[in-house]
């Protein structure tokens, strides 16, 4: 197998270097790398589904990093999770016979998401166990097209997405565990680059290649340095010269200290929270599984994201200028469970009403009350929306950031009416809210107010 990479890599190397010879307009260097303006269609999209799908799919238990639990750490609870549920000699490599995709309606996907109000869709196409979701030429005998599912489910979910005009990202991972090439790397301490040269590089490039992704989502780039990962030479070619190279945004996932240093925007870490506005594009993305990012077959109910705290974490998101990407593992059948499908089709029906404050919003000069009131800002332009996330006693909400004038107007997203304002005493103004019953209003939880002619 290194042979067959490394000599198709050699081929592909060569077209690389013709294709470059034209005039590269990035160098592969991090300074000019990290100064390419990032593609506009993703500040403006704010919302994206992460799916987590692999062979991690068929154990279903702890987490999708079962493999390394089990044989890396040698853990006992997953020792003896493998003794109590398949026969005896059960190898990882087992497991892909199961991983079967039966169920799997990439078209229904495609609606969920667009119900759910993505923008974008980000699949894992290679997690840390090697396993690829298309047939990748370099992974023989260890990809969906050669065994389990025996479908390219990367390209299946990638038309149907296209069908709906929603974008399309691709997760790869740089390492993977148990590869013997990897291994081998790394007893070298990253001298030698056989891994790199032979799989990982001819992968990603084949992906772009083939389905021309709106997003890279790389990962699995902690051990190695970019001396060894070669992703600077990957970006500058996805950048010049790739089909996608005017359109397609990265993450900073791509060496063991790239992470908030370089790259496209930042993940930083997962369910990354900064606190304050960064000045850098930057995603928070998380899971509603609150242990895991696979599907677990034990999982229960109060592990998981309720509706409010999705939405209030989708505002702090975006307030603070980043985009939210919400995860849901599918089973091995290709089924995303009811539990999952609810809590999408409630943002979903969330952002239906308050999308206008969130899908091409910019953070205001203020994000957030720094009172005992839990209050939200974003913009647009002249428009200031306030989201609060708890309904006042009394019907009446104080507002101190804004700075009203005698054109201030305020309504409710989703409710018709214009509502009464009044300075406040010290400064701000207070709200009138609308005084109905919960069943009438918009939405339950986290209400949008639209400010205009403040400051």
């Not at 084949?206 to 990962?229: A, I």
Request: some cysteine; aromatic content about 16%.
């Amino acid at each position: 197998m290194a042979s067959l990479g490394a000599a198709r890599w050699l081929l592909l190397l060569g077209a690389l270097v013709a294709g470059a010879a034209c005039g590269p307009r990035y160098s592969p260097d991090w300074p000019s790398l990290d100064a390419r303006p990032l593609p506009a269609w993703f500040d403006q999209a704010k919302v994206g589904v992460f799916v987590h799908w692999g062979v991690f799919s068929v154990p279903a238990y702890g987490s999708e990093w079962f493999w390394w639990h089990w044989q890396g750490e040698r853990r006992g609870d997953y020792e003896r999770f493998v003794r109590e549920h398949f026969p005896p000699n059960t190898t990882y490599a087992d497991f892909a016979s199961r991983f079967t995709a039966r169920d799997f309606r990439p078209r229904y996907w495609a609606w969920l998401f667009e119900q759910a109000g993505a923008r974008y869709v980000v699949l894992t196409t290679k997690h840390h166990e090697g396993f690829t979701n298309w047939g990748s030429p370099v992974s023989w005998n260890w990809n969906s097209m050669d065994t389990g599912p025996h479908r390219d489910l990367v390209g299946e979910l990638g038309q149907a997405l296209r069908e709906r005009n929603i974008r399309y990202g691709l997760y790869h991972s740089l390492l993977e565990w148990f590869n013997p090439l990897y291994l081998d790397d790394k007893k070298n301490g990253f001298k030698t680059q056989n891994f790199v040269f032979s799989k990982t590089m001819p992968e990603l490039y084949d992906l772009v290649l083939r389905y021309k992704p709106d997003l890279v989502w790389s990962d699995g780039d902690w051990e190695g340095p970019e001396t060894y990962w070669n992703s600077t030479s990957f970006l500058a070619w996805l950048y010049n010269d790739s089909p996608v190279k005017d359109t397609v945004v990265v993450n900073d996932r791509w060496c063991n200290n790239c992470s908030c240093h370089h790259g496209g925007y930042y993940n930083c870490a997962d369910k990354y929270k900064p606190g304050t506005l960064p000045q850098h594009k930057w995603e928070m993305c998380t899971s509603i599984d609150k242990r895991s990012w696979g599907y677990r077959s034990n999982m229960q109910l109060n592990e998981l994201m309720d509706e409010s705290s999705i939405i209030s974490e989708l505002v702090q998101t975006v307030s603070f200028g980043g985009n939210y990407l919400l995860n849901v593992g599918p089973t091995k059948e290709g089924v995303i469970v009811p539990i999952f499908q609810e809590r999408l089709l409630s943002l979903g029906k969330w952002l239906r009403v308050n999308g206008e404050a969130i899908y091409a919003s910019k953070p205001w000069r203020v994000q957030m009350e720094n009172t005992t009131i839990d209050a939200w800002y974003t913009s647009k332009r002249s428009t200031v929306y306030a989201i609060f996330l708890s309904w006042p006693e009394g019907g009446v909400l104080k507002l101190s950031s804004p700075i009203p004038s005698a054109s201030t107007q305020v309504t409710m997203l989703g409710f018709s009416e214009t509502l009464k304002w009044e300075k406040a005493v010290d400064k701000g103004l207070l709200i009138t809210l609308p005084y109905v019953p919960p069943s009438v209003l918009p939405v339950p939880c986290c209400w949008t107010l639209k400010l205009e002619g403040v400051a």
